[in-house]
């Protein structure tokens, strides 16, 4: 079971360790602590790679989802009952809720969810760890925007490229449509640069973060993956969950905060230092919670 472990989360940090090491090789050579901008990448990422995966993922003929829809319904339970736990523990330590509760809702369902499905359930998991995915994000952008600015307009959600290579690819599944093999080829291979990219870009994230508050971010680290567990391990009777879908809800509900999380942050000015350091600790607690959260499910 621990070289099983091993074997699936070694490649993950494998990959993020790659992107943190050469980010301080760089910024070495550089001399001002940065050296590598990753805004481009991550821009084509966002906007073309990550949009691809998820579209071939919902258009290829073993998508049903249907199959998914009490999967779906789970994670934004978890998703919304992490927050709820998040508010009372962020009243607790008499901490801005907006600064503490949506790190803790919000978590790394891109840069190491999916990743994380593939290496443990197999490529046949892609399409549930999608759905996962969307229902994060979506809700990243719709309930997260509005948490940090009550007067953002949420009218324009279809344009953030993700959501609309969904909304296009349910489209499709529903109508009953079959793509040109040729072109699912092509948009398969765009998305295959999706899941290396962010965990390298998750590295360079980290390896310029810092540690301006390490109490908070220590808590953040095992309130956002405890309570994510926990409401998942509570969900799964409640949906009826088994089998793969349910190790996949638990692992879902141990995944660390999102990195858009200190994006959001910085664009509405809610503490980003702070936020910053949750992130990144978090991310470095994922090294317990992930493993424990597979043993839990591999038996």
């Not at 901490?95 to 046949?124: C, H, I, K, R």
């Not at 759905?131 to 925007?145: I, S």
């Not at 079959?178 to 072109?183: D, I, Q, R, V, Y």
């Amino acid at each position: 079971m621990l070289l099983r472990i091993i074997a699936i989360i070694f490649p993950i940090f494998a990959i993020v360790a790659a992107g943190w090491l050469y980010a301080r090789y760089r910024g070495k050579l550089s001399g001002d602590g940065h050296g590598i901008d990753m805004a481009f990448a991550n821009q084509l990422n966002m906007e073309i790679f990550v949009p691809a995966l998820v579209f071939a993922a919902m258009t290829a003929k073993s998508f049903d989802l249907a199959a998914y829809d009490r999967l779906a319904f789970a994670a934004t339970l978890v998703i919304l009952g992490s927050g709820a736990i998040a508010w009372l523990v962020a009243r607790l330590l008499k901490e801005q809720a907006n600064t503490f509760v949506p790190p803790m809702m919000f978590t790394n369902s891109g840069n190491m969810g999916l990743p994380l499905a593939v290496l443990a359930f197999g490529e046949s998991a892609l399409p549930a760890a999608v759905v996962l995915f969307f229902v994060e994000n979506t809700l990243h952008y719709t309930l997260g925007t509005w948490m940090l600015d009550h007067k953002a307009r949420l009218t324009n959600l279809w344009r953030v490229p993700v959501i609309f290579a969904a909304l296009v690819a349910l489209a499709i599944n529903f109508a009953g449509l079959e793509l040109w093999l040729p072109l699912y080829t092509a948009i398969k291979l765009l998305g295959d640069v999706a899941i290396p990219l962010l965990l390298f870009s998750l590295g360079v994230r980290l390896a310029t973060s810092t540690w301006s508050d390490v109490r908070l971010g220590l808590i953040g680290a095992v309130v956002c993956p405890a309570s994510g567990m926990l409401i998942a391990w509570a969900a799964t009777p409640l949906f009826g969950l088994e089998g793969r879908d349910a190790a996949m809800l638990m692992v879902f509900g141990a995944l660390p905060p999102a990195v858009l999380n200190f994006v959001f942050a910085e664009r509405y000015r809610q503490e980003p230092a702070k936020v910053a350091s949750i992130v990144m600790i978090g991310n470095l607690g994922a090294l317990v919670f992930v493993p424990l959260a597979l043993v839990m499910t591999l038996q």
